[in-house]
């Protein structure tokens, strides 16, 4: 009997054991920053809600008046980033609890392109790889933007070209630190991070629009590699605007359709105002009024004429 009850008692002994050396393992193993959890991609696209965000997007570069004229009600603050010539405004809706950080790009196409080459860096806010001259501006941003957030706020972010880059690197500080994330859509957004960048932020909900025209979304483009750790590459939903209605949506990122030798080819034939945020307004406006989802294929001739 006493073995038996001995036996018993370093049988139990044993599994405790076993279940703390398991629980430990998969404590030393977890990231340190938790991916964001999955969510579910609406499967339709709310263009007035898409039009909101371009609007916001375009307004970056106003003043703190112009800015109290369209967004009556609200709380605003304009705030210049002098280190990195850029600038970042939030608003803020304390009606219903939300705040706006919408990050100023640049309508300048050879700064995007020569900055289209640089090599990524680790950034430990965000757990990732990171493109640095983007992460250079988030950052600056962030360090601004962060003591005006309001506890128990929900937070969307906007923002084109480069400004896009930057708030989809926001996004990644917020969730590292514990912000209620609401909805990122970026305008024309180069590549911030790479393949494992693109893994643990699979679930962030982020939506990417995209000119059927312009290049800079491609841009890092493919065979242009990062540091260390591969090519740059999108994460989010992407929304390709054509002509008047057409529209496509995919859920990962089709860019990787072209090489560098073939973007670089085509860049003679693409007009810098096809980059331009008023472009992308005027791409979205029809699509107000009645918009058709067509089905994305690389190399289709759909309408997709040079932006006015």
């Known amino acids: ?18 279940k703390c050396i398991s ?6 193993l977890a990231p340190l920053h938790a991916p964001i959890a999955q969510t579910q991609t609406p499967p339709l696209v709310d263009w007035i809600r898409l039009n909101e965000f371009a609007r916001i997007a375009d307004i970056t570069g106003a003043s703190d008046s112009v800015l109290h004229a369209n967004f009556p009600g609200f709380e605003v603050s304009g705030i210049d980033l002098p280190t990195v010539a850029g ?31 640089s090599v990524s860096r680790p950034d430990r806010h965000a757990g990732v790889r990171l493109h640095r001259g983007f992460e250079k501006y988030a950052d600056a941003a962030y360090a601004r933007v962060y003591p005006l957030l309001r506890q128990g706020y929900r937070v969307n972010l906007t923002g084109h070209s480069l400004g896009g880059a930057a708030a989809a690197i926001i996004m990644m500080y917020l969730h590292a630190d514990g912000v209620q994330l609401g909805e990122v859509v970026t305008f024309g957004q180069p590549k911030v991070t790479d393949a494992y960048g693109v893994a643990r932020y699979a679930g962030a909900p982020i939506t990417r629009v995209v000119d059927c025209r312009d290049p800079i979304p491609l841009t890092p483009p493919r065979g242009i590699r990062s540091a260390q750790n591969g090519e740059f590459r999108h994460f989010g939903r992407e929304i390709v605007l ?26 003679p034939r693409i007009e810098a105002r096809d980059h331009k945020m008023s472009n992308y307004r005027a791409r979205i406006e029809p699509k107000l009024h009645g918009a058709r989802e067509i089905p994305f294929r690389p190399g289709e001739p759909y309408a997709c004429t040079p932006a006015r």
């Open 87 to 117: 600038r970042v405004i939030i608003l803020t809706d304390h009606a219903q609890r939300v705040q706006w950080i919408a990050a100023r790009g640049t309508e300048n196409f050879e700064d995007v392109l020569l900055d289209a080459e």
């Open 242 to 267: 054509y002509d008047g209605p057409l529209h496509s949506v995919l859920p990962e990122h089709y860019a990787e359709r072209l090489d560098v030798t073939s973007f670089w080819h085509s860049l």
């Open 1 to 18: 009997m006493a073995d038996t009850h001995t036996e018993n008692y370093f049988s139990r002994m044993s599994r405790r054991y076993a």
């Open 23 to 28: 629980v430990a393992f998969t404590l030393f």
